[in-house]
């Protein structure tokens, strides 16, 4: 079972950047695919961005498009997210999420609903001052 540790969260002044980190467990969690997610208060859990097994697919929510960058390092097991250009709208707990079959879409459709994914970090909290 592979289990995700997020860091790096805190507080930033609009405007500013912020780099989360998910590191994983086991050697398999090179092969998984993994999201980021993001919960703000009074709001559902809603889909950030996501990254296959080897990083070769890439795949964003509109409003983060040309802000935030995810990456991977399977070397060090490890997930990014480049946060830049950062809102007041941005502020939420950010969780990380992997998902065994390494892919993030199927046909045309990507995979950004939260029970798609089986593995969760216990999240990181990102706020943002105007």
């Known amino acids: 079972q592979v289990q995700l540790v997020e860091s790096g969260g805190g507080v930033v002044q609009a405007g500013g950047s912020l780099s989360l980190s998910c590191a994983g467990s086991?050697?398999?969690?090179?092969?998984?695919?993994v999201a980021w997610f993001r919960q703000a208060p009074g709001r559902e859990r809603e889909f950030v961005a996501s990254i296959n097994w080897n990083g070769g697919r890439i795949y964003y929510t509109d409003s983060v498009k040309g802000r935030f960058t995810i990456s991977r390092d399977n070397a060090k097991n490890t997930v990014y997210l480049q946060m830049n250009s950062l809102k007041p709208e941005d502020t939420a707990v950010y969780s990380c999420?992997?998902?065994?079959?390494?892919?993030?879409?199927?046909?045309?459709?990507?995979?950004?609903?939260?029970?798609?994914?089986?593995?969760w970090g216990q999240g990181t909290q990102v706020t943002v001052s105007p």
């Open positions: 999420a992997g998902d065994p079959r390494g892919t993030i879409y199927s046909g045309n459709y990507y995979y950004i609903e939260t029970y798609e994914y089986d593995y």
């Open positions: 086991g050697s398999t969690f090179r092969s998984y695919a």
